[in-house]
């Protein structure tokens, strides 16, 4: 009888080393899986200013700008001014996208209202950007600081200040959760416009590495996270967009999002339980499409949900 646990210990001894170099290997698998979604995918703007403007003419001048990010890293965008004093909307794009899958919606937007229109690219996106990654949001929130304050020190032809004390966010997933983060920290964003809002930045590197991989394998999860924080060395936040939105008290909200952003649906549904006050709070989660489309939107559809955000962006911030 004796004999049984001998074999028993032999055969773990002997599968252990094994075991460990295949849980090794497969956990600097993932790392490297890792590393390759903070490096977004990167392709040609849809748009750019100048392009744009020998369709319309030389009337919108949209220049190109650059600012210092909190952490002294370099940050660049396209500025629209507005009307003396009058508020700023700074639009934030989803991951793997840039600034220009927003530039129809801003433009429309400044022509509607007269508000100056800021696009930022989020750090890791656009053609060659300053910051080569990503921080799924751990950053990002304080780069949107960043670009606030940027909008403050702007100047009017006269001299005077170019934005007024109000300040609109809209955001898209990645987007949205920077934004989300900004205003727990920034008063002056009295409006916010947020379209498929992932439950918290695991969300999305679980999706990422998902789509990056192809397939789905329960432990994915779980061994993503741990390889993120590993690999980001302590310094990935994993916050929960309902922990920052129960913090905040004065921004109105409006929570976009439809069918084809899949599980972001429901994270944007249940969101909308966790600001401190549902009378803010407008919720429109069965749209046709959601800002993911938006580039490609033709028709009714895609002048539908352009005209709800600028109602909702004029409305509010004036």
């Given at each position: 009888m004796a004999s049984r646990p001998r074999l028993g210990k032999?055969?773990?001894?002997?599968?252990?080393?094994?075991?460990?170099v295949v849980t090794a290997s497969l956990f600097l698998a993932l790392v490297f899986i890792i590393r390759g979604i903070t490096r977004p995918p990167r392709r040609a703007y849809l748009v750019t200013p100048k392009a744009f403007s020998q369709i319309s003419g030389p009337a919108l001048k949209v220049t190109d700008q650059t600012w210092r990010n909190r952490d002294d890293t370099p940050a660049r965008g396209w500025l629209l001014r507005g009307a003396e004093g009058a508020p700023a909307v700074v639009l934030l794009h989803h991951y793997g996208a840039d600034r220009s899958w927003l530039f129809n919606l801003g433009v429309k937007i400044n022509e509607a209202t007269n508000f100056t229109i800021l696009w930022p690219d989020l750090r890791g996106h656009g053609l060659v950007p300053p910051v080569q990654w990503t921080s799924f949001g751990t950053l990002?929130?304080?780069?949107?600081l960043a670009?606030?304050?940027f909008?403050?020190?702007q100047k009017s032809e006269n001299g005077n200040r170019l934005v007024g004390g109000q300040v609109g966010l809209?955001?898209?997933e990645l987007g949205a959760f920077a934004a989300l983060r900004a205003t727990a920290q920034d008063q002056s964003v009295s409006v916010l416009a947020l379209d498929s809002v992932p439950r918290n930045p695991d969300e999305l590197v679980h999706t990422t590495v998902t789509n990056d991989?192809?397939?789905?394998?329960p432990l994915l999860p779980a061994l993503a996270s741990l390889a993120t924080y590993i690999y980001f060395l302590g310094r990935y936040e994993n916050t929960p967009v309902c922990q920052i939105a129960a913090s905040l008290s004065t921004p109105r909200v409006l929570l976009l999002s439809g069918p084809d952003a899949g599980?972001?649906?429901?994270?944007?549904?249940?969101?909308?339980?966790?600001?401190k006050n549902p009378a803010t709070v407008e919720v429109k989660t069965d749209l046709p499409l959601t800002a993911f489309k938006l580039p490609s939107a033709t028709g009714e559809?895609?002048?539908r949900y352009d005209r709800q955000v600028i109602e909702f962006m004029d409305k509010n911030l004036r």
């Open positions: 032999k055969l773990i001894k002997s599968l252990l080393p094994i075991l460990l990002e929130g304080d780069d949107v670009a606030l304050d909008l403050r020190a809209f955001g898209v991989l192809g397939v789905r394998v599980a972001l649906r429901d994270s944007t549904i249940d969101l909308a339980r966790c600001f559809d895609g002048e």
